[in-house]
């Protein structure tokens, strides 16, 4: 049976909300343990479901995993590790693209690899040929599948130079995954340099790998025949910090986010600060909340680290259907990134799309025909509705525009917030959220 979410807007969400893990590095590290030869532990692990795909899927590659929620901490011992079988993968092909992660570390413990057809957010083409072209690169052979994809290593993998149109930050996952126990050197061009990215390269280095991040987007991975286990504290996650954030912002309230970190949000505070937010950090957090009356317009474009993430964008475009004035969002990151704006419209937001690049920002995919800029002009009043989840984000921006307006709505899908939102229903009711969730 599926969930509803039952919101009765118009309240202030007041409190305090804890942040653990980065929900773009606990999966990914948990994916770096099957490279060991001795046992893992990665702490600081929130609950969300992408942890668990990635457990079940460790477990039946023959790890042995021991999860304490309530700590936060997961072991993981990759002796035993093995092939799954297919039909077993496949069962999670609808749920996360994480499998596409276990391809080097699996050719590297048993020669290869079965990855079913992915899943996650639908915000915008993440090919897997961006993977397989990077996995051949190495010396691996794809064979495609009815259901999936074979990648084997008939040979020991080799180092690579490797440049990527766009540093995304799967394929640099990858490369970095794969690179660490190849034989010889590494040059990848072009990589993303995310925080999580770096709390990767840090997991991967105190397993035994050498790796090297120059000032140019240029990773080198120097190739060891062998790697250990790892004792780490993942860094907390800087996009559901940023979401509290807004909903301090759009609600009128008052949170203070637990466990977040001024160095990893930089853009996202100077953003907040213009559009009239105020911020406080101390050493255990940072409390948000709306600075003066009136909330700014403003024109913002996202962009790949260090600038205006992606996953901040939707939260915002809420906030800013609350300001006096035109403000312009430029999308340069995921092209079908504003589908989530059709349920604000009908709440009563005025907002534009447009397939023009309404900013100077390099975009992914100019002239591509996408609606991929909005013009969004404020303040409107937002009215109660029924809408789906469409993506974690969008879904989340969603919920706020509903705490924000008057009147109830009535959600479903919310299942997807879980992906990357911990005990999100229990945050919101923390704050004072006048929700209900009942079975459908």
Excluded at 12 to 35: D, E, H, I
Excluded at 219 to 237: F, T
Excluded at 404 to 418: C, L, M, P
Aim: hydrophobic share 40%; proline share 5%; glycine share 10%.
């Amino acid at each position: 049976m599926s969930k509803v979410l039952t919101i009765h807007g118009g309240k202030p969400l007041k409190g305090s909300v804890p942040v653990r893990g980065a929900k773009n590095l606990v999966p990914k590290a948990m994916v770096a343990a099957l490279l060991g030869s001795k046992p893992s532990v990665i702490r600081n692990v929130p609950e969300i479901r992408d942890v668990e795909i990635v457990t079940g899927l460790l477990r039946l590659h023959g790890v042995v995993v021991e999860h304490d929620k309530e700590a936060g901490e997961i072991y993981m011992d990759p002796s035993g590790v093995k092939t799954a079988n297919n039909a077993e993968i496949d069962a999670f092909a609808g749920d996360s693209r994480i499998p596409i992660l276990f391809c080097g570390p699996l050719m590297h413990a048993v020669g290869g690899a079965f990855i079913p057809d992915l899943g996650g957010c639908k915000i915008g083409d993440r090919p897997i040929d961006y993977h397989l072209d990077v996995l051949r690169q190495f010396g691996a052979e794809v064979s495609k599948e009815p259901t999936g994809t074979y990648i084997g290593a008939p040979h020991r993998l080799t180092g690579a130079k490797l440049e990527l149109p766009y540093p995304s930050v799967g394929a640099t996952e990858q490369v970095l995954l794969t690179a660490v126990k190849a034989d010889g050197i590494t040059e990848l061009k072009g990589a993303a340099v995310e925080p999580e990215i770096h709390d990767l390269i840090h997991v991967l280095q105190k397993m035994g790998a050498i790796i090297t991040v120059q000032t140019d987007r240029t990773i080198r991975i120097e190739g060891v025949p062998e790697l250990s286990g790892y004792n780490h504290v993942a860094l907390n996650d800087r996009n559901e910090t940023a979401s509290w954030a807004t909903a301090a912002l759009v609600t009128d309230g008052d949170i203070f986010v637990e466990g977040a970190t001024q160095r990893d949000l930089t853009a996202f505070l100077n953003v907040y600060r213009k559009i009239g937010g105020e911020f406080e950090v101390d050493d255990n957090g940072i409390r948000f909340w709306r600075g003066g009356q009136d909330l700014n317009p403003l024109v913002l474009e996202t962009d790949v680290h260090p600038g205006f993430m992606t996953d901040w964008q939707q939260p915002l475009a809420v906030a800013l259907s609350q300001a006096h004035g035109v403000s312009i969002v430029h999308e340069t990151v995921y092209e079908n990134r504003f589908g989530f704006t059709d349920a604000l419209v009908r709440m009563g937001a005025s907002i534009q799309l447009h397939r023009e690049c309404l900013g100077s920002v390099p975009c992914r995919f100019g002239q591509r025909n996408f609606l991929h800029s909005a013009v969004i002009s404020g303040p409107t009043d937002l009215k109660g509705t029924d809408f789906n989840i469409p993506d974690l984000r969008g879904g989340f921006s969603h919920v706020l525009a509903a705490l924000a307006a008057e009147g109830t709505s009535s959600a479903t899908g919310i299942e997807v917030i879980n992906r990357g939102y911990e005990k999100f229903f229990e945050k919101l009711e923390g704050l004072g959220a006048d929700i209900e969730v009942t079975e459908n």
